[in-house]
């Protein structure tokens, strides 16, 4: 965030701001130069991987102004969050020393190639004294990665991967070394480079995968509200972080935010959308001396709020408290990768140890064993074992996260395969969690009366303007050109359209507080009443077909009320159990898990936290609060629920990859062990089956990104909804 | 062998040259952000020139 050291006033200061809106060069031009024609900006840079924005400004600057401009231009767009601040790229460490691996090994490779056709005498001499000359070193830099993991494995008393590469890497490097200052005929500096050049490639793939949806998923850190304006003493207005807030402090927030710090109301009268973090849907008036939430949505106008609470001390910390207790299942889990390594291992180690006997037993000499145990060590080595895992995962990755479904690690693909049941969340999940127009309604809009209701909801920024704005848009209605628009918190917009008054304003005569509409009043015309109510995602019967079809049994856990969710339950099918607290919906999965079935939770809200947390594998929608998108494995950006299924279908496909992976490693292992206990590998033939199986098992995982894959058993599903995401796609 | 004494050392080079310039991407955060530098060169640049300070 800003760098707020106490500077001259007129010294830069760097900003930081997500705008997870993003996607194209479009948006980066008009991002870049709608900032930099800010009066007060120096420049601004967009990283489009990260979704982020660095602005360098004048510190009169503030940032709210920075956003207003973002958002003026049509990006939502937020301050970067202090946790947020340097994360850690885990591919960075990873490049330098896959740069100088892949360098020494084409040379050493090159070098030895001309070994292999025939050099000898001085020749051969000269070209392993060059090979030890580059790859001495380049081992050292390139393996550190290998051997600080062994090592602190081996520490601990245990062992991973990592301990046979080191080991096999360390004896080879040595015994060539011994070969080539004895004039020896073979030295392996080649074949150890190549299986380091593998290896790391395979671990910079995961990372890479890592850091990818890390910063996807940042880029949506949007909910509860960062910061809020504070009302000073002298009625100035000061907008602070949500961690500076303290107790006595007034807050005044806009309708169409979320309150940053749990308080009374002390001035106003609004609606408060309380789903986030209840689950319930209808929204509930609230007025001076009513307790209002962090993380909660105010609706209808703006309020002034005591903070009684702050951070730590908010009504999230108990549900923080439930979720700490709640990861066992998760942490418990131990990758595929791992526990191949478990007994892969010792596995290798023996066959080394027992080759080295057993040929010293035959009288083969020190020498010649030893050269035998290595060879047994170096074909042994995980190489294309090390890239099985990685390479699927990472394509599998990239598939889901080409159709809109970010994968937070490997290991939510590997659990995600073994779902078999699934618990899901009704406001937000099922549903799409926020207010929609009524669809016959906006149908039956003459064309004047919608460009004019467009022309109005689009200045303001009330959830139901916003919501009217975007299905209009979407129905392709043009906004119309208005004079003198004014805004009325708490009434609505009214401004003047060919010289009549138009308004887009509240119902008359206050209704139930349960319902949310509002109306298109055009002097003159007769007014439009527009009906909002929260609806079921789009395909989420299909979605739950398809569910069902993959073996999946679905039921829906939700916080709201019984009526509200009778109605789901109703449209859906589903067995459903209303009211239910962040703790029962923990209990519910618990007792799911104790009759063995593994877990699907699918929610959005802070209530699902808990719930997110305990399941076996978790996903939730890009809408969902920070607490929500934390504690999920995956999340979903598209409006469709068959994001589900089709995570759960591409998982069991991955892990199907990854055996098949691990069958044709092994498999190459049972050609080639037989042939180094025999003492006929050689260097050639070493590093031929080594980067033979490596490209195998990479074609292998590629398959998984082949569209004909993904859609094979989808297709009847998939069709109509395929089209509308790429007709979306296609829009700017 | 003549063939080779001057082989060597240009295959090295080049070899070493191309390692120097991934370094000096690397350091010089060139590999920070992949996605927006393919997307960059789509940008019509009509307007002012931005000013770059970094």
Request: hydrophobic letters at 50%.
């Amino acid at each position: 965030m800003t760098s707020c050291a106490p500077a001259p006033a007129d010294a830069p200061v760097t900003t930081v701001l997500v705008v997870p809106g993003m996607h194209c060069a479009g948006c980066m031009g008009k991002v870049e130069h709608g900032l930099a024609a800010l009066a007060g900006v120096r420049s601004a840079r967009v990283n489009l991987s990260a979704r982020q924005v660095s602005v360098v400004h004048d510190a009169a600057l503030t940032v709210p102004e920075l956003t207003t401009a973002l958002a003026n231009i049509g990006f939502a767009s937020q301050p970067r969050a202090d946790e947020l601040a340097a994360p850690a790229s885990a591919v960075k460490p990873l490049l330098a020393p896959l740069g100088v691996a892949a360098f020494a090994c084409m040379n050493v490779m090159l070098l030895s190639v001309s070994v292999w056709s025939g050099a000898e005498g001085a020749t051969r001499e000269l070209f392993h004294m060059l090979s030890a000359a580059i790859g001495v070193p380049a081992i050292a830099y390139a393996g550190r990665v290998f051997f600080a993991s062994a090592w602190s494995a081996l520490r601990r008393g245990r062992t991973n991967m990592d301990v046979p590469i080191s080991i096999g890497v360390a004896l080879a490097t040595g015994l060539s070394l011994y070969e080539t200052f004895t004039h020896g005929a073979d030295a392996w500096f080649d074949g150890t480079l190549m299986l380091l050049l593998f290896l790391l490639a395979g671990r910079a793939l995961d990372a890479m995968m890592r850091d990818r949806a890390r910063a996807g998923v940042d880029a949506l850190l949007r909910q509860a509200a960062p910061g809020a304006m504070v009302v000073g003493r002298q009625g100035a207005l000061e907008w602070l972080a949500a961690r500076d807030l303290l107790p006595g402090m007034t807050l005044r927030v806009a309708a169409g935010e979320r309150f940053a710090a749990d308080g009374t109301i002390a001035g106003g009268r609004t609606r408060l959308d309380r789903s986030l973090l209840t689950g319930e849907s209808a929204p509930v008036p609230a007025a001076v001396g009513d307790a209002v939430l962090a993380g909660m949505l105010n609706l209808d106008a703006p309020v002034d709020v005591r903070v009684t609470a702050s951070g730590a001390d908010t009504s999230l910390a108990e549900i923080a408290r439930l979720m700490e207790s709640a990861g066992q299942v998760r942490s418990r889990y131990v990758r595929i990768a791992d526990r191949a390594s478990r007994w892969y291992a010792p596995a290798v180690h023996t066959l080394a140890a027992v080759s080295f006997a057993g040929w010293m037993l035959h009288g083969a000499g020190l020498h010649q064993s030893l050269v035998i145990a290595i060879a047994v060590l170096i074909i042994t080595c995980p190489c294309a074992l090390g890239l099985a895992v990685p390479v699927a995962q990472v394509v599998a990755c990239g598939a889901l996260m080409k159709r809109g479904v970010m994968v937070k690690d490997g290991s939510a693909l590997e659990r995600m395969a073994k779902i078999d049941r699934a618990v899901i969340d009704k406001t937000g999940t099922l549903t799409m969690g926020r207010p929609l127009p009524d669809p016959a309604v906006l149908a039956a809009l003459p064309a004047d009366a919608a460009a004019v209701a467009l022309g109005l909801a689009s200045h303001s920024r009330h959830p139901l303007s916003r919501a009217l704005a975007e299905a209009l848009a979407a129905h392709g209605a043009r906004a119309a050109e208005l004079a003198d628009v004014i805004e009325e918190p708490g009434e609505g917009v009214r401004a003047l359209w060919q010289g009549r008054l138009a308004r887009l304003r509240r119902p008359d005569g206050e209704n139930a507080a349960g319902r949310m509409a509002s109306v298109i009043d055009i002097a003159g015309d007769p007014a439009f009443l527009v009906t909002f109510a929260d609806r079921l995602r789009p395909d989420a019967a299909q979605a739950l077909a398809a569910l069902h079809r993959l073996g999946i049994e679905s039921s829906i856990l939700s916080g709201d009320s019984a009526g509200a969710v009778a109605d789901i339950a109703r449209l859906t099918g589903l067995e459903a159990r209303a009211a239910q607290t962040p703790a029962d919906k923990q209990a519910a999965i618990a007792a799911l898990q104790a009759q063995g079935h593994a877990v699907l939770m699918a929610g959005d809200g802070l209530n699902d936290g808990p719930a997110l947390a305990a399941a076996d594998a978790s996903i939730a929608p890009g809408s969902a609060s920070d607490v929500g998108r934390q504690a999920a494995d995956m999340v979903f950006l598209t409006d469709s629920l068959l994001a589900l299924p089709r995570a759960v279908a591409l998982s069991r496909a991955t892990m199907r990859v990854v055996r098949q992976n691990f069958v044709l490693a092994i498999g190459y292992n049972m050609l080639a062990v037989p042939l180094a206990i025999m003492g006929v590998v050689t260097p050639l033939l070493a590093a031929v089956a080594m980067s033979t199986s490596s490209l195998v098992v990479i074609a292998n995982s590629l398959r998984l990104a082949l569209p004909e894959h993904f859609q094979q058993k989808w297709a009847p599903v998939l069709r109509p909804e395929m089209r509308q995401e790429s007709h979306r796609a296609g829009r700017p | 062998m003549t063939g080779l004494a001057f082989l060597l050392p240009v295959a090295l080079g080049m070899g070493l040259f191309g390692l120097a310039a991934f370094f000096w991407a690397l350091r010089r955060g060139q590999f920070e952000d992949l996605d927006g530098a393919a997307a960059r060169i789509l940008i019509d640049d009509d307007a002012p020139a931005e000013r770059r300070d970094t």
